[in-house]
């Protein structure tokens, strides 16, 4: 498959599979004489498998390393759980943050229609 093709299975930019075989999400494909890429018919379904994973919140890093224990064979649920396990403390944390934000900014749009307005003239 050309690139155009492997880009349009799997929903993706022609860009994106070119950045995915620079970070080794794909292998590196084969070369036409022409220079053309030719990729294998999986090439698309691994691009969504690692799209399915950042949606579920993985980092590119650890898309590429769940990647590899897939690869290699000994992925299991029990094996490869405490990466979920790593997105949801870092999703817990940042709703925390916002929450802490939004409390915040709340609280001072609540002075400012009081007439208390600290945003743009400090404390009154």
Do not use: N
């Amino acid at each position: 498959m050309r690139i155009g093709q492997v880009a349009q299975e799997a929903g993706v930019s022609v860009d994106t599979v070119r950045f995915y075989e620079r970070r080794g999400i794909l292998p590196a494909a084969e070369r036409r004489p022409s220079g053309y890429r030719v990729f294998t018919a999986e090439a698309a379904e691994r691009i969504r498998m690692a799209k399915a994973l950042q949606e579920l919140g993985l980092t590119l890093d650890e898309v590429i390393d769940a990647l590899t224990a897939h690869d290699q064979g000994g992925a299991t649920c029990d094996s490869e759980r405490w990466r979920l396990e790593a997105v949801v403390d870092r999703l817990d944390a940042r709703i925390a943050e916002l929450t802490r934000a939004r409390r915040t900014a709340a609280q001072g749009l609540e002075d400012c229609r009081a007439g208390r307005c600290r945003l743009m003239y400090g404390v009154r």
